[in-house]
T-cell receptor
Framework: DTEVTQTPKHLVMGMTNKKSLKCEQH?????MYWYKQKAKKPPELMFVYSYEKLSINESVPSRFSPECPNSSLLNLHLHALQPEDSALYLCASSQVTGEQFFGPGTRLTVL | GENVEQHPSTLSVQEGDSAVIKCTYS??????FPWYKQELGKRPQLIIDIRSNVGEKKDQRIAVTLNKTAKHFSLHITETQPEDSAVYFCAASPNTGNQFYFGTGTSLTVIP
């Protein structure tokens, strides 16, 4: 399996909801990433997990909470989001360094 | 931290012509430079990459050149086709970790 998968594909949530995004890879990669991408902009790094430990948090607001239950899974828990958080959320994975493989993304809309 | 600049932001070429996209970076510790293509509504996909110990790399119609002294690298697409139309992102990554610093993107349109 050479793909990164993400669920759900689309998510609409209210500002008081709690939801989670899921990401999975079975390429044996030990680094996993969450990015946020607005239209016509580059991916913006949010979090990096390396060997299942959080190694980079790009000053992301606490309403975004990442979790890495094991080397194949990465979650992003969402709570009390704002409309400006609406974006495409991309997961990626890689060996410790080198090419990052991106998932198809979750299109999030916050009402 | 690293700062990657990318030009042009938009580029239109006639089918069959060449397209060149340029990026500059600021951190001499960067040693890995990937190029990603992102079609509308789809995920970024790696099209070519280069490491700092190599000056040029080619894969069919796509080539990347790197000038470490000047801290710039370029993507060259020859014999462009309509399916090359997409947004292209360059990135730089330091040798100390796995953090990518992306350029601002180039929207390429190939006119049939």
């Amino acid at each position: 399996d050479t793909e990164v998968t993400q669920t759900p594909k689309h998510l609409v949530m209210g500002m008081t909801n709690k939801k989670s995004l899921k990401c999975e890879q079975h390429m044996g990669h030990r680094a996993m990433y969450w990015y946020k991408q607005k239209a016509k902009k580059p991916p913006e790094l949010m979090f990096v997990y390396s060997y299942e430990k959080l190694s980079i948090n790009e000053s992301v607001p606490s309403r975004f909470s990442p979790e890495c239950p094991n080397s194949s899974l990465l979650n992003l828990h969402l709570h009390a989001l704002q409309p400006e958080d609406s974006a495409l959320y991309l997961c990626a994975s890689s060996q410790v360094t080198g090419e990052q493989f991106f998932g198809p993304g979750t299109r999030l809309t916050v009402l | 931290g690293e700062n990657v600049e990318q030009h042009p932001s938009t580029l239109s070429v006639q089918e069959g012509d060449s397209a060149v996209i340029k990026c500059t970076y600021s951190d001499s510790a960067s040693n890995y430079f990937p190029w990603y293509k992102q079609e509308l509504g789809k995920r970024p996909q790696l099209i070519i990459d280069i490491r700092s110990n190599v000056g040029e790399k080619k894969d069919q119609r796509i080539a990347v050149t790197l000038n470490k002294t000047a801290k710039h690298f370029s993507l060259h697409i020859t014999e462009t086709q309509p399916e090359d139309s997409a947004v292209y992102f360059c990135a730089a990554s330091p040798n100390t970790g796995n953090q990518f610093y992306f350029g601002t993107g180039t929207s390429l349109t190939v006119i049939p």
